[in-house]
Nanobody, 123 residues
Framework: QVQLVESGGGLVQAGGSLRLSCVASGRTISNGAMGWFRQASGKEREFVAT???????TSYANSVKGRFTISRDNVNIVYLQMNSLKPEDTAVYYC?????????????????WGQGTQVTVSS
């Protein structure tokens, strides 16, 4: 099993920045590509960003492209740098990991999930 713990969420004004972190522990040999998803109140969870095992390939949702950057220090830590935040970015942000090495925007393809961290952007 792989355990994922997110941190870095909080309250920020529109136009501000936050950096989320996700640390994987446990049987991390099973950890491959990683991703960030978010769920706003009353809405379904949606894809935000994903990164390959080696960090060389990334992909973003159109709604965050150019504002958010996903990166990883090693196979066990992934970041989401969020700039120019908007009120519509308010959500619980989840880190996810999958056994496959290639990145994916498909929620069902991820094997492990964190508990989430709240991001609130005030107008």
């Amino acid at each position: 099993q792989v355990q994922l713990v997110e941190s870095g969420g909080g309250l920020v004004q529109a136009g501000g920045s936050l950096r989320l972190s996700c640390v994987a522990s446990g049987r991390t040999i099973s950890n491959g590509a990683m991703g960030w998803f978010r769920q706003a109140s009353g809405k379904e969870r949606e894809f935000v960003a994903t990164i390959s095992y080696g960090g060389g390939t990334t992909s973003y949702a159109n709604s965050v492209k150019g504002r958010f950057t996903i990166s990883r220090d090693n196979v066990n830590i992934v970041y989401l740098q969020m700039n120019s935040l908007k009120p519509e970015d308010t959500a619980v942000y989840y880190c996810a990991a999958r056994r496959r090495l290639d990145p994916s925007d498909e929620e069902f393809s991820y094997n492990y999930w964190g508990q989430g961290t709240q991001v609130t952007v005030s107008s």
